[in-house]
C-alpha cells in the first residue's frame, strides 16, 4: 500500500516507545460503532487489512491506522423536519416560533433522528518514523490529519509536533522554479500548477495538461503572483503535487519503482503490502529529505 498524500509533522522530542508499548496504548482507543445518539466515533484499528495487530513495523518506522465512523444526517432532512415542526406550532397554537426556540428544535430533532441516520466510516493511516523524527499522515487534509494527532496523543500520553520549519517559504520557492524553468536537479516539472494573485483575493488561476513554463503562466508569475501547488516528477521515480503549505499530493510511482513493486507479484497478500510499504517509505524518505534540503529546513 502506498499513500496517495503526505501531510507532514516533525517530532520534537525523540520517539522512545516500543512497538509492543504503542500497541498497548492504542488497544485503550480501540474503534467502535457509534451510540443511539453519538454522532461520530474515533479509534484505532489494524493498519494491515484483515489484521488484528494494531501497529506494523515496516522499515524502522510503525505504520498505525485510526478509523472514524460517522453517522449520515443530512441537514436537509434535519431542516425539513423543523420546518414541518416550526408550522405544526404556528398553526396550533397561533404564535411565531423565534430563533431561541428553532434551535431547541434543531437540536430536538437531531436527537430523534440520529439513532435510525445511517452510517459511513473512513481509515486513515499514518507512519511513525522514529529515525526521520517525522509522523506521515496519509491526507492532504491538515484538519483531519490533526485529527489524528490528537488522538495519537490522547493515547500515548504525550507527543510534541511542530510543522516543518524551513528559511524559504515553499511558494516562493516552486514560483522561482516555474519561472526559470529551471526546476531542482533531480526534478522535472509537469503539466500542472496553480497560481494565486497576490493583489487579488481568492483570484487563483489553474493550469492544466499545457506547458506550464511558457505563454501566460510566466506573465503571471512575472506580475508578482505565486505558485501554491507545482506538480513535479522526482528522479523518475515518483509523480506529485507539492503545494504551498509543504503537503505532498497525488503521490504515484512511476515505471522504475513499479516494476520493483511488480516484482513482489508472487508473494502472500500480508508480505506483499509490507514490502510496498518498506518500498514507500524509502522513496518517500528521500523525496522529503530532498524538498527539506532544498527549502533550507530549521
Known amino acids: 500500500m502506498w499513500f496517495k498524500n503526505v501531510t507532514l509533522f516533525q517530532l520534537t522530542n525523540p520517539f522512545r516507545l516500543s512497538v509492543a508499548s504503542l500497541e498497548e496504548k492504542l488497544e485503550a482507543r480501540t474503534a ?5 445518539l453519538e454522532l461520530s466515533t474515533l479509534g484505532w484499528s489494524a493498519p494491515l487489512p484483515n489484521g488484528s495487530g494494531l501497529t506494523l513495523p515496516v522499515g524502522g518506522a510503525i505504520l498505525i491506522a485510526a478509523k472514524k465512523e460517522e453517522k449520515i444526517l443530512p441537514a436537509s432532512v434535519v431542516r425539513e423536519a423543523l ?7 404556528e398553526s396550533t397554537e397561533g404564535r411565531e416560533v423565534r430563533n431561541k426556540e428553532k434551535q431547541r428544535l434543531r437540536d430536538e430533532i437531531t436527537v430523534e433522528l440520529l439513532p435510525r ?12 518514523d522514529p529515525e526521520q523524527g517525522w509522523l506521515l499522515v496519509d491526507t492532504a487534509s491538515r484538519p483531519r490529519a490533526e485529527e489524528m494527532t490528537v488522538l495519537l496523543r490522547e493515547s500515548i500520553g504525550s507527543l510534541e ?8 517559504s515553499v ?4 514560483s522561482q522554479w516555474l519561472f526559470h524553468g529551471t526546476p531542482p536537479a533531480g526534478f522535472t516539472l509537469d503539466d500542472e500548477c496553480e497560481i494565486r494573485e497576490k493583489d487579488e483575493p481568492g483570484g487563483t488561476i489553474r493550469c492544466k495538461n499545457i506547458d506550464i513554463t511558457q505563454g501566460a503562466v510566466r506573465k503571471h508569475l512575472e506580475s508578482q503572483s505565486q505558485v501554491v501547488k507545482l506538480a513535479l516528477s522526482w528522479s523518475d521515480r515518483l509523480s506529485f503535487i507539492l503545494d504551498q503549505e509543504l503537503v505532498i499530493r497525488r503521490i504515484r510511482p512511476l515505471e522504475i519503482v513499479d516494476n520493483l513493486r511488480e516484482e513482489g507479484d508472487e508473494v502472500d497478500a500480508e508480505a506483499l503490502f509490507e514490502a510496498d510499504m518498506i518500498l514507500f517509505l524509502a522513496e518517500i524518505r528521500g523525496l522529503l529529505q530532498r524538498i527539506l534540503e532544498l527549502l533550507k529546513s530549521k
Not at 171 to 174: E, S, T
Open 171 to 174: 511558494a516562493g520557492a516552486m
Open 117 to 128: 441516520a445511517f452510517t459511513k466510516s473512513r481509515v486513515l493511516h499514518a507512519l511513525i
Open 83 to 89: 420546518n414541518e415542526r416550526i408550522a405544526e406550532i
Open 32 to 36: 467502535r460503532k457509534c451510540g443511539a
Open 161 to 168: 509536533l511542530t510543522n516543518p520549519e524551513t528559511e524559504l
